[in-house]
C-alpha cells in the first residue's frame, strides 16, 4: 500500500508530494500518473518526500530516478531513504542532465 498526498506551496506555484508505505507493484504506476498531472498543471518547483517510505522495488526506483531528472528534488530521513534519495541522485547525473520538467512533456 502506498498512500501519496499532494500539498501546494503558498504561492501554488511549488508542488509536494508526500509518499508514504511501500513503493512497488501497481502503486508505481500510480505514482507515475499522479507525478504527470503535477508536473503538466506546475510551474514551479517540485518536491517528492520519500521519509515514509518502506520498501522501493526496481520499478519504483526506476520512477523516482525519472522524476529526479524531470526536476523534482527529494526529502529524506533516516537510513533507508537517504541512501535511496543518494542512489537515486547518482545514478540519474551519470544517465541525463536535468530538465526541470518532465521528460516527453
Known amino acids: 500500500?502506498?498512500?501519496?498526498?499532494?500539498?501546494?506551496?503558498?504561492?501554488?506555484?511549488?508542488?509536494?508530494?508526500?509518499?508514504?508505505?511501500?513503493?512497488?507493484?501497481?502503486?508505481?504506476?500510480?505514482?507515475?500518473?499522479?507525478?504527470r498531472q503535477l508536473a503538466m498543471n506546475s510551474s514551479g518547483g517540485s518536491m517528492v518526500d520519500v521519509t515514509g517510505v518502506t520498501f522501493v522495488d526496481a520499478k519504483g526506483k526506476a520512477l523516482l530516478i525519472r522524476i529526479w531528472e524531470g526536476g523534482a528534488e527529494f526529502r529524506a530521513a533516516g537510513c533507508l531513504t537517504r541512501c535511496l534519495v543518494e542512489e537515486i541522485t547518482k545514478a540519474g547525473s551519470s544517465r541525463v542532465s536535468r530538465k526541470g520538467r518532465w521528460p516527453g512533456s
Do not use: H, N, Y
Open 1 to 35: 500500500m502506498l498512500k501519496i498526498t499532494q500539498q501546494r506551496g503558498p504561492a501554488s506555484e511549488s508542488v509536494s508530494l508526500i509518499l508514504e508505505g511501500r513503493l512497488g507493484g501497481l502503486w508505481v504506476d500510480e505514482l507515475e500518473t499522479c507525478w
